[in-house]
């Protein structure tokens, strides 16, 4: 986890139970250094986790501890357990707006940073920290400046990975 978080947010790290068969979420805002106010940048939203690695097969009812670490230095999240597989897929959005549009760090939004965000940005996997990262088909939607991804399990995922080089000025 990155030491000095360059972006804001309201929580790093955050627990919630998750049960199986109620709609659950969480989410995650950052301050904005323009106009002071909370944006949102992570939402999770989960209904049906049906297996926790270690204990099995959860019934209709059960719940498991979910946490969600956020990694700002690669705009990434850690989700836990690592392999909790859902029935229903769990929703994911991530907002990547804090750039204030720079997002290659110069100081300056300018087109350069547009073919950053049509051409490079992506939402990136990877099981365990020993695997290499996969670009996942996620949906972008450019005028909120986020993704959004139906997760079948939990692992660790980043928009960020090909501008792991690049600072990303929060």
């Not at 309201?10 to 995650?28: K, M």
């Not at 992506?122 to 959004?148: K, V």
Request: proline share 5%.
């Amino acid at each position: 986890m990155a030491q000095t978080p360059p972006l804001s947010l309201d929580q790093y790290v955050v627990s919630f139970w998750a049960v199986r068969g109620e709609s659950r979420s969480v989410q995650i805002n950052y301050s904005s250094s323009i106009d002071n106010q909370a944006h949102p940048f992570l939402l999770l939203t989960t209904t049906d986790p049906r297996f926790v690695p270690g204990i099995g097969e959860l019934a209709m009812g059960d719940s498991v501890l979910i946490t969600v670490a956020i990694d700002t230095s690669k705009i990434g999240v850690i989700l836990e357990p690592s392999g909790l597989q859902f029935g229903e897929p769990a929703q994911m959005q991530i907002w990547y707006g804090g750039a204030g549009g720079d997002l290659n760090g110069d100081g300056v939004a300018d087109s350069s940073d547009s073919v950053i965000e049509a051409k490079l940005l992506g939402l990136w996997y990877r099981e365990d920290g020993s695997e290499p990262w996969t670009i996942l088909g996620a949906s972008q939607l450019l005028e909120e400046r986020s993704f959004t991804y139906a997760l079948p399990h939990f692992c660790e995922y980043e928009i960020a990975e090909s501008l792991l080089d690049w600072s990303v000025a929060w």
